[in-house]
């Protein structure tokens, strides 16, 4: 059979105005290369890393992070906008002198890992907005942090990377921002 272009009915394919039925609902097909599923927004995630004060200050200073002594795979996980704390177990890798603050609190810029030369080699880094904060010792924020309320709380830090609360983040952020007492004031009286 064949079909001639005069035998179309376009009246059929491309009803006339008067032949609309104007309350009648349409429903529209999906094309068939579009997902029903929506890309859900990406969660940020926290984390807390940790490194000497020596080199935390090092990687501040050039806008960059880096944890397990260079390694890649930790860093993988991090994504960006991800939140990111120091803690500085020592000012000096390897010495036990008791420093035990927060060093660094910043936020991760868009990018790989990738590597980088160091004074002994080669490091894998992630580039990193850090706030402008002042170190701030753990001792005086033990009662206060959700991550310090299990007894062996320092036991999970070995890892060099670990996941860390929103609620811890945003509180240390509002402490390295501004004074202690007057953050402890604020979140008594919430």
């Not at 179309?8 to 008067?18: S, V, Y």
């Not at 309350?23 to 029903?36: C, D, E, F, I």
């Not at 660094?104 to 894998?124: N, S």
């Not at 402008?132 to 753990?138: I, N």
Request: net charge positive.
């Amino acid at each position: 059979m064949t079909f001639n272009a005069s035998n179309r009915n376009d009246a059929a394919l491309f009803p006339r105005e008067d032949q609309i039925n104007r309350g009648a609902a349409v429903r529209l097909l999906p094309h068939a290369n579009t997902s029903s599923r929506r890309p859900e927004p990406a969660q940020k995630s926290y984390w807390l890393a940790v490194a000497s004060a020596e080199h935390v200050r090092i990687g501040r200073q050039q806008g960059f992070m880096q944890v397990n002594h260079g390694k890649r795979a930790p860093l993988k996980r991090i994504k960006p906008g991800d939140g990111i704390v120091y803690y500085s177990p020592s000012v000096k890798m390897g010495e036990r002198d008791g420093f035990q603050s927060f060093t660094a609190i910043g936020f991760v810029r868009e990018g790989e890992p990738y590597l980088a030369e160091m004074g002994c080699g080669k490091a894998y880094r992630k580039d990193v907005d850090w706030l402008d904060a002042p170190e701030q010792p753990l001792r005086p924020l033990l009662g206060w942090l959700d991550f310090t309320q299990d007894k062996n709380w320092g036991y999970k830090l070995r890892f060099g990377l670990v996941e860390f609360g929103q609620s811890d983040f945003e509180f240390l952020e509002e402490i390295l921002m501004s004074e202690l007492d007057v953050v402890k004031q604020r979140r008594l009286q919430a």
